[in-house]
């Protein structure tokens, strides 16, 4: 069976490794400065999309929280989180898990609740309108401090209700998780769903550690594994679920071209390999245009596709119920 634009239009779909804040298109962008008055350093938003050639992980965050500086108001943030979702609906995004991160925001002085608030409602909206469930997961920026992780962590006391995980974001290499042990263990007392960011730029040793001293249930990106048989073995052995993100692999260097990346070996070695969009807006797209270049350089099978659906599935911090749900979704797609 040939795969076609319009089967993987229709697939039902499930993204666990998508920055909020990596949605901001440039549009939203200039619309939230001139409301809050806040001058950018691009003229227009073609010239800022030109700045959007970047050279490694590095030279991308520069610009992702020098962006995130025009979200100041709660509806700002509803903002953001709304015009996500409406891509999602237009795309089958069935589920979604969120990472936002606190520390951009109440660093230069947005109050968390103004940020979470906003965010909350919206996916909350998101849900009774368009039927898309969703879990929320806290990051650390990792280039900070573990104090300042532990800060945060107590910070997100009064909506812990609401916040289903924690994971770790930002610059990867000459951080490694070890530097997050305590916060992580504080974070697991507390019941919160555990994941990191390993394996990007960072060595196959960080996948490790995060695994190992961070207790992490899943890997975000995580396709750095292939530098050591031992962990890929273990990967698949432990159904540990990697939640990769072709176009921002690619964008930020991690592989120079789509046909290089290894998602399609990674997941015929048999590692549980989910696909996601990471920072849609930067990253040149969401869900569906990250399946129609993957398909394109990758020509994946029909069930490979399958596979990849099934994994995101198996590997959401959802209700069994919900994911029955999902699974009717696509097995009904599958049949068509
Ligand atoms: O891909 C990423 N890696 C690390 N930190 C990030 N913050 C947003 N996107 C990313
Ligand atoms: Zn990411």
Redesign the pocket.
């Known amino acids: 069976m040939t795969v076609t634009t319009s089967f993987l239009k229709q697939l039902p779909k499930v993204e666990l490794h998508m920055?909020i804040e990596?949605s901001l298109e440039p549009e939203l962008m200039f619309a939230l400065a001139q409301r809050n008055n806040i001058t950018l350093p691009y003229d227009s938003v073609d010239a800022l999309k030109q700045a959007y050639n970047f050279s490694n992980?590095q030279s991308f965050?520069d610009l992702?929280y020098q962006g995130a500086n025009v979200l100041q108001t709660e509806q700002d943030f509803f903002d953001l989180a709304m015009a996500y979702l409406k891509k999602c609906q237009q795309q089958h995004v069935q589920h979604v898990e969120i990472f936002f991160d606190p520390q951009t925001h109440t660093d230069r002085g947005i109050p968390f609740e103004v940020m979470f608030n906003g965010l909350h409602n919206a996916f909350e909206q998101g849900k009774h309108e368009f039927g898309i469930s969703y879990e929320l997961i806290l990051c650390f920026l990792r280039h900070l401090s573990e104090d300042a992780a532990l800060t945060t962590l107590e910070q997100a006391k009064p909506f812990k209700d609401r916040i289903t995980g924690i994971g770790l974001?930002?610059s990867?290499v000459g951080h490694p998780p070890e530097k997050f042990k305590n916060a992580f263990a504080a974070a697991k007392a507390q019941g919160y769903r555990l994941v990191a960011?390993a394996g990007?730029e960072g060595p196959a040793q960080y996948i490790w550690d995060a695994l190992n001293l961070l207790n992490v249930e899943r890997i975000d990106h995580g396709v750095n594994c292939t530098q050591d048989p031992e962990l890929m073995a273990h990967l698949v052995e432990t159904k540990i679920p990697l939640t990769v993100c072709p176009n921002?692999n690619v964008r930020l260097k991690v592989f120079e071209k789509m046909e290089q990346h290894n998602l399609k070996a990674l997941l015929e070695r048999g590692l549980k390999v989910t696909l996601n969009s990471?920072?849609p807006a930067y990253f040149g797209g969401y869900m569906l245009e990250n399946y129609l270049n993957v398909q394109n350089a990758l020509d994946l099978t029909k069930e490979q596709w399958w596979q990849l659906t099934a994994n995101a599935i198996d590997a959401t911090f959802t209700s069994n119920a919900r994911k029955v749900e999902l699974y009717q979704q696509l097995d009904k797609v599958m049949a068509e």
Request: hydrophobic fraction near 15%; proline fraction near 0%.
């Open positions: 920055h990596g992980l965050l992702y974001d930002s990867e960011h990007e921002s990471d920072d």
